[in-house]
């Protein structure tokens, strides 16, 4: 299956983003999704895992949900700060592996 | 706070195998409930798993990569790596390795290290 997310996005300071995933076949709910942030020059790290989780130490800023499509997963980040200005992945996996999204490019304006 | 860590050659010549390794620091690679994980990153672009392999040697490929990869564990180095044979331009890329948790998502991640292969 491939995961789907648009290129870009962008917002002001102090706005809310939201960055959609969508999986090209069977359900968002099968299995969870997870998302990363990478600002340049630096491996990503995760902001939300199994849908919905923050990691210890990450914003409560940032959250995670499922569509009612059963189709798409979503990040969404409130308070946009200009330290949000990075490139976003979804991954989730199946019984073939991992896969990643293509990437969504955050532009803080 | 486990720590990971890849090495190896910079530049492969095409054709030839490509070979890293990763060292895992303050945190065993033995638990079996861990997969060990190498993901690459063309430049400019996006993220692509690689594979990932657990301590007892059972591993998970790319399909699309799975003719040239092979991963293995070496548990008295906590060390674990990554062959892929007959290298192309095409793979040139940033090659990170990666903690896969039960969770299947990737929880910690080495710095990354840059291979270049020449067209």
């Known amino acids: 299956f491939i995961l789907t997310q648009p290129h870009s996005v962008s917002g002001s300071p102090g706005e809310t983003v939201t960055i959609s995933c969508t999986r090209s076949?069977?359900?968002?709910?099968?299995?969870?999704v997870h998302w990363y942030q990478q600002r340049p020059g630096s491996a990503p790290t995760t902001v939300i895992y199994a849908d919905d989780q923050r990691p210890s130490g990450i914003s409560g800023r940032f959250s995670g949900s499922i569509g009612s499509s059963s189709k798409s997963a979503f990040l969404t980040i409130s308070g946009l700060e200009t330290g949000d200005e990075a490139d976003y992945y979804c991954q989730s996996y199946d019984a073939a592996g991992r896969v990643f999204g293509g990437g969504t490019r955050l532009t803080v304006l | 706070q486990v720590q990971l860590q890849e090495s190896g050659p910079g530049l492969v010549k095409p054709s030839q195998t490509l070979s890293l390794t990763c060292t895992v620091s303050?945190?065993?690679?033995?638990?079996?409930?861990?997969?060990w994980s190498w993901i690459r990153q063309h430049p400019g672009k996006g993220l692509e798993w690689i594979g990932s392999?657990?301590?007892?040697?059972?591993?998970d490929y790319n399909p699309s990569l799975k003719s040239r990869v092979a991963m293995s564990v070496d548990p008295a180095k906590n060390q674990f790596s990554l062959r892929m044979t007959s290298v192309t331009a095409a793979d040139t890329a940033m090659y990170y390795c990666a903690r896969d948790t039960s969770f299947v998502y990737f929880d910690y991640w080495g710095p990354g290290t840059l291979v270049t292969v020449p067209s």
């Open positions: 392999i657990q301590y007892s040697g059972s591993a």
């Open positions: 303050a945190g065993s690679i033995s638990p079996d409930n861990y997969y």
């Open positions: 076949s069977g359900s968002i709910e099968n299995n969870y």
